[in-house]
């Protein structure tokens, strides 16, 4: 059921507290799914560490070839990943991708040549159907970023044979990357609406607001931004099958607007060796620290993930998707999962 607009206002509107303000015996947020992403070289040991606060663990399994109508082949080690998210009783789901190790990003032209062509749609499809089968996952997750406009029915299209190829038990979930309007949803190649009709969640990937190489200093998702994409999401998809994406790590940038992707644990060891205080930002729900050199740091952690948790079910959202496990640090068990 869609949050009533009264509803949806007035959770946007308010400011929440700071996650240590409240008693870490809180709640409240216990209902949410919490999915985490995870690299074929996320350490098993992780999944273990990390099982009381998920409920889905979602491996980047296989990326999308440049021809747009096959795949790369699982990396061996994604195996031990579903052994050990079923082996705590997680779900396992494989992420499907276009993006590129060649090109360092996203394979623009690889999408739109599987989206623009339903027999390279159907083969994908046929061979995720296969790898599903093959390697006792619980689903698929598509990954396809930076899609053309042109191409938005072409993604329904791919969900829909996904769907249909899937065993009725098997899950289908999609990212989607965070706008802040309606038209904006559009404009990235996604048709929100039709896409809830097929999909089990959408995932909003509330982050990379921010980052060195697009922008300068800020935060990675500040909370009016998430509050903003939140709400236009929700114009078209129901509170139910959306889940909020909060970032697991950070960026550094540099004075000549340069930098790179930090883990929590290492934005916090750079400050601290930099003798730099970090601060709390309220506002953005992060936290910040100008270092030597004019660098600057932004990063958000497990305190910005229970502030997140909080708005999250305030809006009656089926949950949290975190990028990604490892980078983000220990994640707390269900019954503190904002920490104290």
């Not at 790369?72 to 590129?100: C, F, I, K, M, Q």
């Not at 931004?225 to 697991?248: F, K, N, Q, T, Y």
């Not at 740091?297 to 089926?318: F, P």
Request: charge should be positive; proline fraction near 6%; aromatic fraction near 6%.
């Amino acid at each position: 059921m869609r949050t009533t607009t009264a509803a949806l206002a007035l959770a946007l509107l308010v400011p929440f507290a700071p996650a240590a303000a409240r008693p870490s015996s809180d709640r409240r947020v216990e209902h949410l799914a919490v999915t985490g992403y995870a690299l074929p070289s996320t350490p098993p040991e992780v999944v273990g560490r990390d099982a009381g606060a998920l409920t889905t663990v979602t491996v980047a399994a296989v990326s999308l070839r440049r021809d747009g109508a096959s795949l790369t082949r699982p990396d061996a080690r994604v195996a031990a990943l579903v052994e050990s998210a079923h082996a705590v009783g997680l779900r396992a789901e494989l992420l499907v991708g276009n993006y590129s190790d060649r090109l360092g990003d996203f394979d623009t032209d690889a999408a739109a040549a599987l989206l623009s062509s339903q027999t390279r749609i159907d083969a994908v499809a046929d061979r995720l159907a296969a790898l599903v089968a093959e390697g006792g996952w619980d689903g698929v997750n598509v990954d396809l970023e930076r899609v053309r406009r042109q191409d938005s029915r072409g993604l329904v299209a791919f969900v829909t044979a996904l769907r249909e190829r899937l065993p009725a038990t098997a899950s289908v979930t999609i990212d989607v990357s965070a706008r802040t309007s309606r038209a904006g949803y559009l404009a990235g190649g996604y048709r929100l609406d039709e896409l809830a009709g097929v999909v089990d969640a959408v995932q909003l990937m509330a982050y990379d607001q921010h980052g060195p190489g697009w922008s300068g200093p800020g935060p990675v998702g500040g909370l009016p931004w998430v509050r903003d994409a939140v709400a236009a999401a929700l114009e078209e998809v129901p509170a139910a099958r959306l889940d909020l994406g909060v970032a697991g790590y950070g960026y550094l940038w540099r004075g000549d607007g340069s930098g790179r992707t930090l883990t929590v644990r290492g934005a916090r060891r750079l400050v601290e060796r930099a003798g730099a205080t970090p601060r709390w930002r309220r506002g953005a729900g992060e936290w910040s620290a100008r270092l030597p050199g004019e660098r600057r740091v932004w990063w958000s952690d497990a305190r910005s993930r229970g502030v997140r948790a909080e708005l999250a079910s305030a809006l009656g959202l089926r949950g949290l998707a975190i990028w990604r496990l490892g980078s983000a640090g220990p994640l707390a068990p269900p019954a503190s999962r904002i920490p104290g």
